[in-house]
């Protein structure tokens, strides 16, 4: 076993630009820089989530068969306060939208992805 923090889940992404990854995610979700080693991989959390973002030199990368290695249909969910804030606080920045404004029962969501492709979700809960 491990001395991880058993409150913190740790999702891997694989990326291609390692810096990329870390300026959108630490740039515009709110995530904070845990670690890095360039140009391979690095560790951004927040909250209790821990995001391994594993690029091509990576071990994460290099154990994924190639039929997997593009982004896929999963994907991270943050819960947001305000998400028509957000949207247009994250167009302003020109990042890319997946899907369209999406409402439920549940609540409100939108697909941004990230500079690989991997999907993010930003939700807001019903009433």
Do not use: C, K, W
Request: glycine share 10%.
């Amino acid at each position: 076993m491990t001395d991880m923090d058993d409150d913190v889940v740790s999702v891997r992404y694989i990326v291609d630009d390692v810096q990329a990854a870390i300026d959108f995610y630490t740039g515009h979700l709110g995530f904070t820089l845990h670690s890095e080693h360039l140009p391979a991989f690095a560790d951004v959390r927040r909250g209790s989530l821990r995001l391994l973002l594993s690029g091509p030199a990576s071990s994460g990368a290099r154990a994924t068969p190639p039929d997997a290695a593009t982004a896929g249909r999963n994907r991270i969910h943050l819960v947001v306060d305000d998400l028509d804030a957000e949207i247009e606080h994250h167009r302003d920045a020109g990042l890319s939208f997946r899907s369209d404004l999406v409402e439920g029962p549940g609540g409100r969501q939108i697909l941004l992805a990230d500079p690989a492709g991997n999907l993010v979700e930003l939700f807001t809960p019903a009433g």
